[in-house]
C-alpha cells in the first residue's frame, strides 16, 4: 500500500515555505492565504444541474419556509435531496466495492493534496470518446516530472464547456450510449498502482468514458480505495503542477460518494 499521507503534507509545507520565503513578515502562523489564488472547481446545485440520464429524481430544493414571518421578520429554509451522482460530487470507493471506504470514510489526506493537472483537452476535441492512456502519462511525466505519491491527478477534457447543456456534456440522453471522454484502465492502473494517486478527478461525470458498461476503471479504483471526482470545473485555471486542491465532499455516512466543494489553491508568482 502507497502511503499518500507523507507527501501531502511535505508539499504542502514546501508550498508554505516557498510563500513564507520573504523573511521580512513574521511568520506567526505559517500560512498566509494571500500568498494563494483560490479557484472554485464545483458547479452549483440548482435545476440545471447535470445528472445521469436515468436518475431517479435530480437535485430538489423545497421551502419549509420562505418570506415575512406573522411578525414581519424574514426567515427562509429549505430541504434539499439529490442522488450521490451529479453535479460536482466524489464518487466512494464503497460504489463499486463492497470493502471500499464510504463517503464519510474517505481519509482527508485523500481529498487534500498536491494537484496535478494532465490536459487532453485536444485530444478530446477530435474524439468524444477518447480514453486517457498511458502513454499520456507518460508524455505528461516527461514534460513535468514523474507524478508524485500522493497527488490528485486530474484529467482536463475541456468538457466543462457544454455545462450544462446535459445532451451535449453526456453526448446523448440513453444511459446505454453516451459519448464523453474519461480515464482509460491502463492510465488509471498506473496512476494509482504506481503512482500511488491519492484520487482521480476529471471535468466530465464519470471516470469511465461514456459508453462503458462494465466500469473497468471505476472498479480499479474501488478495490485500491481510491476516490473520484467528477463534474469537476475550471481545470483550465490550474497550472500542470504546483495547486493543492481540497476537495471536501458531503460526510455522508454509509455512502456512495455526494456533493463535492472543491477548490484549488494555487501559489501566487512573486
Ligand atoms: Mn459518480
Request: aromatic share 8%; hydrophobic share 45%.
Amino acid at each position: 500500500m502507497i502511503m499518500n499521507k507523507p507527501f501531502a503534507l511535505a508539499g504542502a509545507a514546501a508550498l508554505m515555505l516557498a510563500a513564507c520565503g520573504g523573511g521580512a513578515e513574521p511568520a506567526a502562523t505559517g500560512f498566509d492565504l494571500n500568498s494563494y489564488e483560490i479557484v472554485d472547481l464545483s458547479h452549483g446545485y440548482g435545476p440545471e444541474t447535470v445528472y445521469w440520464p436515468n436518475a431517479p429524481t435530480r437535485f430538489e430544493k423545497t421551502p419549509i419556509f420562505e418570506g415575512e414571518r406573522d411578525d414581519g421578520m424574514f426567515y427562509s429554509a429549505f430541504t434539499i435531496s439529490t442522488p450521490e451522482h451529479g453535479g460536482t460530487h466524489m464518487d466512494a470507493p464503497y460504489h463499486f466495492d463492497p470493502d471500499g471506504d464510504y463517503a464519510a470514510d474517505v481519509p482527508l489526506t485523500r481529498l487534500i493534496a498536491p494537484a496535478v493537472v494532465i490536459d487532453v483537452t485536444d485530444k478530446a476535441a477530435a474524439d468524444r470518446l477518447y480514453r486517457l492512456t498511458a502513454e499520456d502519462v507518460a508524455a505528461f511525466e516527461k514534460a513535468n516530472g514523474e507524478i508524485p505519491a500522493g497527488a490528485i491527478v486530474l484529467m482536463r477534457t475541456g468538457w466543462s464547456k457544454f455545462w450544462p447543456d446535459a445532451e451535449a456534456y453526456l453526448g446523448g440522453s440513453d444511459p446505454a450510449a453516451l459519448a464523453f471522454p474519461s480515464f482509460g484502465p491502463d492510465a488509471a492502473r498506473m496512476l494509482i498502482e504506481e503512482r500511488g494517486a491519492a484520487a482521480l478527478g476529471l471535468d466530465t461525470g464519470s471516470t469511465d468514458y461514456g459508453p462503458s458498461q462494465d466500469f473497468p476503471v471505476h472498479r480499479i479504483m474501488g478495490a485500491a480505495n481510491t476516490p473520484g471526482l467528477e463534474n469537476l470545473t475550471n481545470l483550465d485555471r490550474l497550472p500542470a503542477t504546483g495547486a493543492i486542491v481540497i476537495a471536501l465532499p458531503m460526510k455522508i455516512e454509509g455512502g456512495s460518494g455526494g456533493p463535492l466543494r472543491a477548490i484549488a489553491l494555487i501559489p501566487k508568482a512573486k
